[in-house]
């Protein structure tokens, strides 16, 4: 895997980031002063074992949960000085999403999924750049076609399509390739590759799976809540490899 | 798994699902308290008024009174000569023989002001000194005495604030007479009567104020101590005059709530009928509700198949489950119902009716129908899904998809099936009528209830497009909210049916009504514009009619031409009771327009009769053919036909002359009301105010130009659709619960999507309104088919009443476009919670849901 473009500047961070849950004896520190920031057009996995807080960072990056101290930037933007609707705002214009699983709304086609953000925001959208996008799924004349219609490998390329679409700072995917067998897995990895090298997309994916994460340009290990380890350039063997080092 | 361990899934689940159990149990519980509510209600004012009479008659030991040859007992009756009282007074055994009158007397105020009762009679009577026979009770102050002395009800007294000592007035037939108030009286302990009002007098004051003469009504007796009331009564009967009879006072207690009760029973029968259309609509929900939350259990239940529970098992369960929840339900119902009869009886008095204090009678009967309505909807409403929850396949613990086929039946058929012979036994039921009014209600209304049914489920497979055809603006205009409240409403056709149909029936019965009312108003007035050529109709405010004297004091007019009180009276002509009008022929062709087909109005001399074509035809009869009238004192008549009449709608099906009618009983006449018009050349504004001011005298004469009288007429009409309106209100408020509680299930089971929604960046604003509009469109839908369908009911219920009474179908579009923006209403009061749910839902929660 070749590295992406560099960047000028980082699309998100995080800044001494603490998330307490419980107090007194039941506390729990699901993350334990994190700072790590990814810079734009770069492919970024977390991977850790359960319980490291790799999910819980990921949704406070995405503005979907708030941390208990510490701060986070999507580009610029400070979250903690955000509102609801701003927020909202947020997600729908400087973020993408792809979930593990469900991900498309059963009652729209693929098309109108891909341009939901945009819908819900009452724009039209760069068409020039959804028509790429779209291309680049690759769906044909399914893209009329319901989430139903669709294999589950069309369904995450969808849902990945729908997470460029608004061109954000930062698109995060959450084990998106978890539910999918290894060749959909791969296909859909391949597309996010495609995404940060042609497209210059900024991605950050938590995934369990060294195959998955040897697709990415950088890898950050959580455990215990907090960075442990970083990797540059993996590949799957020094990914095992690494994990064996921590003991499991 | 035993009974043991069924019984306690069943009971885990109801606490588990406690909000939706609450849900189904207030549909439960509306259905049964309205239905207990009827029932207690009328039987708690019948066993009342049951008492009130005992204790009023209670000193009556017998009464005379003259003979009815028909009708019911509370008919008026040929007065008796008063000399008979003192020829009672000298039977053996005869304790005190007391004569007694009653006809109308209107009080009016030191102020001048008429006191009016909205529709309640006037009463004016007289009292005994004998106080134990009038049944009078001294409130405050003396009894009457004399020719300036009354007495008023304790009710009236208080609403009007008419105190003792107040100079008033009191209009009878006879004339307008001052008197002072001196006493204050209740009919035993209850101060009113209905709201109707009470005039007391001596006897020989109400002689004179009544203009009776040396009449009575009727004489009550009460017999001396140790006598035996048989032969007392025997002894009575020997000198009484032929045409009167003596009956004990039991038998007057009786008939006394015979009549009151057979009112009653009308007025709880309305009200039940309203009622069971409330726990129709209540089952629909209930089912709806099951049949949901069977599928979002379908993992469960699978998983309860997986471990060994047989099919019978878990269908027990989930019957099990709704009988408990039913019979809880149904017991607050009953309560609840005693609720409602009695904030309906405070909520009459708080009108003024003044009804006596009031018990409350709970039969066994009532809760009888209770537990058959509360336990028998329920167990039908969950029968089908816990048959079909049966069929849930084991692996679709494993594999939901699986079991969603278990789920789904072919309903189209069915319904189809349902809706046609439904639609058929309805026109049967109107049209052929087999066995007369039984086989009307019996084909008409089962024949209503299975086209309700099976346009449910006929609905079902139409609520895709027509869902997708109605948010189409909605989609058009919100944009993705709306597109996705668009797409969600026809998602789960089956689903969006069911919680349609609740709204649909209400609104059917409404449009129906809506249709009939219509039709009946237009017919009405077309028929009141043709057949009344009079300019002025003159009614009264109490339904009791006039004192002849306003159509003499109108006659005495330069400005009218002609006028002519209708009066009518009850006969018996070929055995079928009729009621014959009367008119002055002179004066008739000139103010009605009867449509005559042959002979003429001048004809219409003594004993001569004016038919319409129908009895005509029937009865053979043609100018110059004699029928024969029996009026109710017995007397029969020879009437001669002298025309023959096409138009019904004012005169009735028969039209004697007044000095005909006058000549047959001894009763004072009262006109129903009466008619004048304008002579050639005298200016209306004219006209008006001679009318106006030659009526003064007359405060309980309302005066109207024949335009205002028709509009009076349709107002009338139209507030009898809206009471039917308010009543099916309640019906119409559970279904929106019902929509209510479909969304919020909806929107629980899609909390992954709603999520996904929030987390790709729909506002909390845009979630509340993809699920407000989804409402809307989902009770316009059902609005939409209760129109259709109510309209074409309607249609058949106009075409189905003789022609006489509706000719032409009209429809009413301002109601149909209130109800479609009650409908939309309707769903934004149902989407409030859901909404609410939706948009507070936490986006991390909702994704992580499995």
């Known amino acids: 895997m070749t590295p992406g473009i560099q960047s000028q500047g980082h699309a998100a961070s995080v800044t001494n980031a603490y998330k307490i849950y419980g107090d007194g004896e039941s506390e729990v520190r699901a993350l334990d002063g994190v700072t790590v920031a990814f810079e734009s057009g770069r492919f970024t996995a977390i991977m850790g074992p359960s319980g490291s807080g790799k999910s819980t960072l990921l949704h406070c990056l995405a503005g979907l949960d708030t941390l208990s101290e510490g701060s986070v930037h999507i580009g610029e933007v400070d979250l903690s000085t955000l509102n609801d609707r701003e927020l909202t705002e947020l997600r729908r214009t400087q973020v993408g999403f792809v979930f593990q699983t469900f991900n498309l709304i059963p009652t729209l086609n693929a098309y109108e999924n891909i341009v939901l953000p945009q819908m819900l925001g009452g724009e039209r959208g760069d068409q020039a750049w959804i028509d790429e996008v779209i291309a680049a799924v690759g769906l044909g004349d399914r893209l009329t076609h319901r989430p139903s219609e669709l294999s589950g490998g069309q369904q995450q390329r969808v849902a990945v399509a729908r997470a460029m679409a608004s061109r954000p700072q930062i698109i995060f995917g959450d084990e998106p390739t978890g539910n999918l067998d290894s060749r959909t897995g791969t296909e859909i990895l391949k597309f996010m590759r495609a995404a940060v090298d042609e497209h210059h997309q900024t991605i950050v994916m938590v995934t369990h799976d060294p195959v998955a994460a040897s697709y990415a340009d950088r890898i950050i290990f959580l455990g215990d809540g907090k960075v442990v380890d970083e990797m540059l350039d993996p590949t799957a063997e020094r990914v095992l490899d690494h994990m064996k080092g921590f003991g499991e | 798994m035993s009974i043991r361990s069924t019984a306690l899934m069943a009971r885990k689940s109801l606490r588990a699902r406690l909000g939706r159990t609450i849900a189904i149990g207030f549909a439960i519980v509306a259905g049964v308290s309205f239905v207990v509510g009827s029932f207690v209600l009328a039987d708690s004012l019948k066993a009342t008024f049951d008492n009130l009479f005992a204790e009023v008659n209670a000193g009556v030991d017998l009464e005379v009174r003259a003979v009815n040859e028909f009708g019911t007992n509370a008919s008026r009756r040929d007065p008796l000569p008063d000399t008979l009282v003192d020829e009672i007074q000298a039977v053996p055994g005869v304790g005190m023989a007391a004569p007694f009158l009653q006809r109308t007397a209107q009080f009016v105020t030191a102020d001048g002001?008429?006191?009016?009762?909205?529709?309640?009679?006037?009463?004016?009577?007289?009292?005994?000194?004998?106080?134990?026979?009038?049944?009078?009770?001294?409130?405050?102050?003396?009894?009457?005495?004399?020719?300036?002395?009354?007495?008023?009800?304790?009710?009236?007294?208080?609403?009007?604030?008419?105190?003792?000592?107040?100079?008033?007035?009191?209009?009878?037939?006879?004339?307008?007479?001052?008197?002072e108030i001196v006493g204050i009286v209740s009919l035993g302990n209850a101060d009113g009567f209905g709201g109707a009002t009470l005039a007391v007098f001596d006897f020989a004051t109400a002689q004179v104020v009544f203009d009776a003469g040396n009449l009575a009504d009727v004489i009550s007796i009460s017999v001396s101590d140790g006598a035996d009331i048989a032969t007392v009564q025997a002894g009575i009967t020997e000198i009484l005059p032929p045409r009167t009879e003596v009956i004990t006072g039991d038998q007057v207690v009786q008939e006394a709530g015979a009549g009151i009760s057979s009112v009653i029973s009308a007025f709880g029968t309305g009200l039940l009928i309203f009622a069971f259309i409330t726990s129709f609509v209540s089952a629909f929900i209930i089912n709806n509700v099951f049949a949901i939350t069977i599928g979002q259990r379908l993992r469960e239940l699978a998983l309860m198949r997986a471990v060994g529970a047989s099919a019978r098992q878990v269908s027990r369960m989930i019957i099990l489950e709704a009988f408990v929840m039913s019979v809880i339900a149904t017991l607050i119902g009953i309560l609840g119902g005693i609720?409602?009869?009695?904030?309906?009886?405070?909520?009459?008095?708080?009108?003024?009716?003044?009804?006596?204090?009031?018990?409350?009678?709970?039969?066994?009967?009532?809760?009888?129908?209770?537990?058959?309505?509360?336990?028998?909807?329920?167990?039908?409403?969950?029968?089908?899904?816990?048959?079909?929850?049966?069929?849930?396949?084991?692996?679709?613990?494993?594999?939901?998809?699986?079991?969603?086929?278990?789920?789904?039946?072919?309903?189209?058929?069915?319904?189809?099936?349902?809706t046609s012979a439904g639609a058929l036994s309805f026109l049967i039921g109107l049209f052929v009528r087999p066995g007369g009014n039984t086989g009307l209600i019996l084909f008409a209304g089962g024949g209503g209830l299975l086209l309700f049914l099976g346009t449910a489920s006929v609905s079902s497979t139409i609520a895709r497009p027509v869902t997708a055809f109605l948010g189409w603006p909605v989609a058009k205009l919100l944009r993705t909210p709306g597109i996705l409240a668009r797409q969600n409403a026809g998602r789960s056709p089956r689903r969006t049916s069911a919680s349609a149909s609740a709204l649909m029936i209400g609104v059917a019965l409404v449009s129906a009504a809506a249709v009939f009312a219509a039709s009946l108003r237009d017919t009405f007035v077309r028929v009141l514009d043709r057949s009344v050529t009079a300019d002025y109709v003159i009614t009264d405010s109490s339904f009791q009619g006039l004192t002849p004297d306003v159509a003499t004091t109108l006659r005495a007019l330069p400005e009218l031409s002609a006028v002519s009180p209708i009066r009518g009276a009850p006969a018996l002509i070929d055995g079928e009771r009729t009621a014959l009008g009367a008119a002055d022929p002179a004066a008739l062709g000139e103010l009605l327009d009867l449509d005559l087909q042959r002979g003429g109005y001048e004809d219409l001399g003594f004993n001569a009769v004016l038919v319409h074509q129908d009895p005509a035809a029937n009865l053979n009869l043609d100018l110059g053919s004699v029928v024969v009238a029996t009026f109710q004192n017995g007397v029969s008549v020879d009437l001669t036909v002298v025309g023959v009449y096409a138009d019904a709608a004012v005169a009735g099906n028969w039209l004697i002359s007044l000095e005909t009618l006058e000549a047959i009983s001894p009763l004072p006449p009262r006109d129903f009301f009466v008619v004048a018009k304008l002579a050639p050349g005298v200016e209306a504004a004219f006209g008006d105010s001679a009318v106006r001011s030659a009526m003064e005298p007359f405060p309980q004469a309302i005066v109207q130009t024949n335009a205002e009288f028709r509009e009076e007429q349709e107002a009338q009409i139209n507030q009898l659709l809206l009471v039917i309106t308010a009543l099916l209100l309640f019906a119409i408020l559970i279904a929106i619960l019902g929509i209510s509680i479909t969304l919020a299930l909806a929107v629980f089971e899609r909390t992954r999507e709603i999520g996904l929604l929030r987390a790709v960046g729909m506002t909390k604003r845009q979630t509340r309104r993809t699920v407000r509009w989804e409402a809307v469109i989902v009770s316009v839908f059902g609005a939409v088919i209760g129109v259709v369908l109510g309209s074409l009911i309607g249609v058949a219920l106009a075409i189905a009443v003789p022609d006489s009474v509706i000719d032409a179908v009209s429809f009413s579009p301002s109601t149909t476009v209130v109800i479609l923006i009650g409908a939309i209403c309707a769903g934004l009061l149902a989407a409030l919670y859901p909404s609410y749910k939706a948009s507070r839902m936490n986006v991390l929660e909702a994704i992580a849901t499995e």
């Open chain 2, 339 to 418: 609720g409602v009869a009695r904030l309906m009886i405070a909520f009459f008095n708080a009108a003024g009716l003044g009804f006596p204090p009031t018990g409350t009678t709970l039969l066994l009967r009532t809760i009888l129908v209770a537990v058959a309505v509360g336990v028998g909807i329920t167990l039908a409403s969950v029968s089908v899904p816990a048959i079909r929850a049966a069929r849930i396949p084991p692996v679709a613990a494993m594999r939901p998809e699986l079991g969603f086929d278990a789920l789904n039946t072919r309903r189209l058929l069915g319904g189809v099936i349902a």
């Open chain 2, 113 to 179: 002001e008429l006191v009016t009762t909205q529709g309640a009679p006037t009463f004016g009577v007289s009292y005994s000194t004998d106080t134990e026979l009038s049944g009078l009770v001294l409130r405050d102050g003396r009894f009457p005495e004399g020719l300036s002395e009354v007495g008023i009800d304790k009710a009236t007294s208080d609403r009007e604030r008419i105190r003792l000592g107040d100079a008033v007035e009191v209009i009878t037939d006879a004339g307008r007479f001052p008197f």
